[in-house]
């Protein structure tokens, strides 16, 4: 009987492997982080946190009037989204040197995986920061309820 050997794999096959494997998990990290933040040309800062039976979700949004910002609710996603102008130096003559802050169109998907009440949800816009309340509706599922049991009475 003939004895089949395979080739030993060289350090550079190795390699290449590994690097498509690399490339793979980033093209997947990718899509996920685009997925999850929306679409626009830059994203808001958000915290979401529970306080007294609220969810709160943060968004800093500096510089952007309340009347330039949307907050609504579907399919368990809350979007939230906006558009900062664009600056304009303060006399024609300047020009910029260095522009850092970001401008112009955002959405942010802020995905809510608890029961909430969302027709008693509010927003707010102070100091830069929109703030956005939902109470919480307390799950019943998972909750234990007693069925009595009917005893049969035989004759």
Not at 81 to 99: D, I, L, N, V, Y
Not at 128 to 151: A, C, F, M, N
């Amino acid at each position: 009987m003939a004895v089949i050997r395979k080739p030993a794999r060289t350090t550079h096959l190795d390699l290449a492997v590994l690097q498509r494997e690399v490339n793979l998990l980033l093209e997947r990290l990718a899509d996920f982080d685009r997925s999850s933040t929306g679409e626009g040309e830059w994203i808001p800062g958000v915290d979401v946190y529970e306080c007294r039976g609220r969810l709160v979700i943060a968004a800093e949004v500096p510089g952007i009037a309340a009347d330039s910002l949307r907050v609504s609710f579907r399919d368990r996603h809350l979007v939230i989204t906006g558009e900062r102008r664009e600056r304009r130096p303060p006399a024609s003559t300047a020009s910029f040197h260095c522009m850092e802050r970001p401008q112009g169109r955002f959405t942010r998907i802020i995905h809510i995986d608890v029961a909430v009440d969302i027709q008693l949800a509010e927003s707010h816009l102070a100091g830069g920061v929109l703030t956005v309340t939902i109470p919480r509706v307390k799950d019943r599922r998972g909750r234990e309820i007693i069925i009595p049991v009917q005893r049969e009475e035989t004759s």
